[in-house]
């Protein structure tokens, strides 16, 4: 398909040009070298010879991305190696009222494919995973959803197949990281429910409501089969079997206009519960432990937790506007209930500088500390496997640190060294603390 545009795109350039001797069979490769030369230039590929502008009047907006990230563990872990993740993703969003008169409507479709190994599984034994595009490696079908926005974009809704990750406890701030602890939502509901996050979505239908500027609240209900995610089903599998998985999230918004004075931050809180039935972390119906019978664990009804994320702006060179700033963030997520959640308590938090060099005002640092505590009563049925002669490390807690610089060296390359430290990997004490080195490079096509 690629060839034949390719074709299509010099077809027509030729077209344009004729009687030009020498130019035309040229034209596309001259435009895609500009693309790698030009400073300006927002695509590697640049406009696929005007198709991008031409599809962008029509409503249609195609977005093609590569990341691959290469970490090794020089220290620590359960041994040394280097892995490489990646990930090759597409989406499409067309604006519906551009396109065909529907006024407010959009509807966005996306797909992923990841490749490679993870160095967390593989070598270092750790919950957090050090990789971004840890895991999930194969092709899928992620989003398939259709969005209304009403009374100038102060009531919207939005259905389909959703990864609720991505509007949920979440923040652009997080993105910036490599490490899991932090990049894309706070870790530990992952272990608690199951929530659907990028590259895996459900059905589900989101609403959110902005009475006034400063103001959000937000709703959503999901599909909670946690077996929607596995690798072999590709996106594809859309039934609707699994229990009813709800969250909402309210949100206060200062200072977000483009001339405010202030400094800008986000206060968030938010709560979510499964409807479904939860096991116990530690006891079977017999009331014994289930690391000693391996028998079936008792079955809780429901299980939820809640969460408060914030991040303000302590310090900004420049006036009102100016990117170059420095920006701090906390996240604290609870689930009560040691008895059903693997990790009931955890929290993190850190500074991104945004243009620390007055030279690189759109490179961004960033420092990040995680912590997760594991639940007593995973912990006590370990125990009482140890007490058997099992071998089993009884799981505290595990810590991770990060410190990473983000090279925006083009407007569609981005080279980011990183250094994570992991304290505790596994959270037994067994696996000694790990050293992670390597870099992740974005490139927007």
């Not at 959803?145 to 009374?151: G, I, N, P, R």
Request: glycine share 12%; hydrophobic share 40%.
């Amino acid at each position: 398909m690629a060839t034949a545009l390719l074709a299509g795109a010099s077809a027509a350039a030729g077209a344009e040009v004729a009687g030009v001797p020498g130019t035309a069979p040229f034209s596309f490769f001259d435009e895609w070298a500009a693309a790698l030369a030009g400073p300006d230039r927002t695509f590697l590929t640049g406009d696929w010879g005007g198709l991008r502008t031409r599809l962008r009047d029509l409503g249609i907006i195609p977005n093609l991305a590569f990341v691959t990230e290469v970490l090794g563990n020089p220290i620590g872990g359960r041994h040394q190696a280097v892995r490489e993740s990646d990930e090759l993703a597409l989406s499409v969003t067309a604006d519906l009222d551009r396109l065909a008169g529907w006024a407010g409507g959009q509807f966005q479709l996306s797909f992923s494919l990841r490749s490679g190994t993870s160095l967390s599984d593989q070598d270092i034994g750790n919950v957090f995973n050090v990789a971004q595009v840890c895991c999930g490696h194969t092709y899928r079908l992620v989003t398939v959803a259709l969005e209304q926005s009403l009374f100038d974009d102060r009531v919207s809704v939005r259905g389909g197949r959703l990864a609720a990750g991505d509007e949920f406890l979440a923040s652009p701030l997080y993105d910036i990281f490599v490490q899991t602890a932090f990049n894309g939502n706070p870790m530990s509901i992952l272990f608690n429910s199951p929530i659907s996050v990028d590259p895996v979505a459900t059905w589900g239908v989101r609403a959110r409501v902005r009475p006034i500027r400063q103001l959000s609240l937000m709703a959503g209900v999901y599909n909670g089969d946690p077996t929607l995610g596995d690798n072999d089903k590709h996106g594809v599998d859309w039934t609707m079997r699994g229990p009813p998985f709800a969250i909402g999230e309210a949100g206060v918004h200062l200072n977000q206009e483009p001339l405010a004075t202030g400094l800008p931050g986000n206060y968030k809180i938010g709560g979510y519960y499964l409807a479904g039935k939860v096991p116990d972390q530690r006891r079977d119906i017999h009331g014994g432990s289930i690391a000693l019978t391996g028998l079936s664990p008792q079955m809780h009804s429901g299980n939820g937790g809640f969460y408060i994320l914030l991040d303000q702006m302590m310090y900004r060179d420049g006036g009102a506007g100016s990117r170059r700033s420095l920006t701090s963030f906390v996240s604290l997520v609870v689930a009560p209930d040691s008895s059903v959640n693997t990790m009931p308590v955890f929290a993190n938090g850190g500074l991104v500088y945004r243009g620390l060099f007055p030279s690189r005002p759109n490179d961004t640092a960033a420092f990040g500390v995680a912590y997760g505590a594991f639940s007593s009563e995973r912990a006590r049925s370990q125990r009482d496997a140890r007490s058997a002669g099992s071998t089993v490390g009884i799981q505290k807690y595990e810590v991770a640190l990060e410190l990473t610089y983000l090279v925006q060296a083009t407007k569609w390359l981005q080279v980011q060294p990183d250094v994570q430290y992991i304290i505790n990997p596994g959270g037994t004490g067994k696996i000694p603390n790990a050293l992670v080195l390597g870099f992740q490079l974005a490139l927007t096509l």
